[in-house]
T-cell receptor, first 112, second 112 residues
Framework: AQSVSQHNHHVILSEAASLELGCNYSYGGTVNLFWYVQYPGQHLQLLLKYFSGDPLVKGIKGFEAEFIKSKFSFNLRKPSVQWSDTAEYFCAVNGNNRKLIWGLGTSLAVNP | NAGVTQTPKFRVLKTGQSMTLLCAQD?????MYWYRQDPGMGLRLIHY???????AKGEVPDGYNVSRLKKQNFLLGLESAAPSQTSVYFCASSKAGHTGYTFGSGTRLTVV
């Protein structure tokens, strides 16, 4: 069965610090990979996605993620976080079925 | 372009009462989903639909029913609400082939 693991449940950073959130999945075939963000009190929004091609994917608001197939990973990065990045971040994977498999989320708090 | 619209946004029910949550999308998406989101448990899929007139169970279907009589609408019903169904409910839709989900703004349901 497919599964998604997000290593960090809670992350606290100061503004301008660099961010890396881990995401690993278990599925041996071709995958589509996603990162979503949920700002406090809001719904989930797509940050970025990977289907094929360049494994380094750039998304909105300066976020990027790198797909490393050999490690089954799709880590999210941002060089310099802002207070407005405070949110919950979800990694999701789609393999051979019609549903996304979700990680449990990482809560990011950025202190000004 | 409204995207995905959920109604109502908030609701308080008494144990045993019934209600229907409505999800409407105007993007001509084939797939629609109902999730519940609870603290520390991420997103859990309740039911989903891959086309008009078809529905399928997700991870946590018990106590819920759904219908997709029209392509643009996906209804979630609670026949006899229980306090364990207190949650935030999100509807999402996607094209076939998974280009990513578009989420509604959520319904906060409290069962007392």
């Amino acid at each position: 069965a497919q599964s998604v693991s997000q290593h960090n449940h809670h992350v606290i950073l100061s503004e301008a610090a660099s961010l890396e959130l881990g995401c690993n999945y278990s599925y041996g075939g071709t995958v589509n990979l996603f990162w979503y963000v949920q700002y406090p009190g809001q719904h989930l929004q797509l940050l970025l996605k990977y289907f094929s091609g360049d494994p380094l994917v750039k998304g909105i608001k300066g976020f990027e993620a790198e797909f490393i197939k050999s490690k089954f990973s799709f880590n999210l990065r941002k060089p310099s976080v802002q207070w407005s990045d405070t949110a919950e971040y979800f990694c999701a994977v789609n393999g051979n079925n019609r549903k996304l498999i979700w990680g449990l989320g990482t809560s990011l708090a950025v202190n000004p | 372009n409204a995207g995905v619209t959920q109604t109502p946004k908030f609701r308080v029910l008494k144990t045993g009462q019934s209600m229907t949550l409505l999800c409407a999308q105007d993007m001509n998406h084939e797939y629609m989903y109902w999730y519940r989101q609870d603290p520390g448990m991420g997103l859990r899929l309740i039911h989903y639909s891959v086309g008009e007139g078809t529905t399928a169970k997700g991870e946590v279907p018990d106590g819920y029913n759904v219908s997709r009589l029209k392509k643009q609408n996906f209804l979630l019903g609670l026949e006899s609400a229980a306090p364990s169904q207190t949650s935030v409910y999100f509807c999402a839709s996607s094209k076939a082939g998974h280009t990513g989900y578009t989420f509604g703004s959520g319904t906060r349901l409290t069962v007392v």
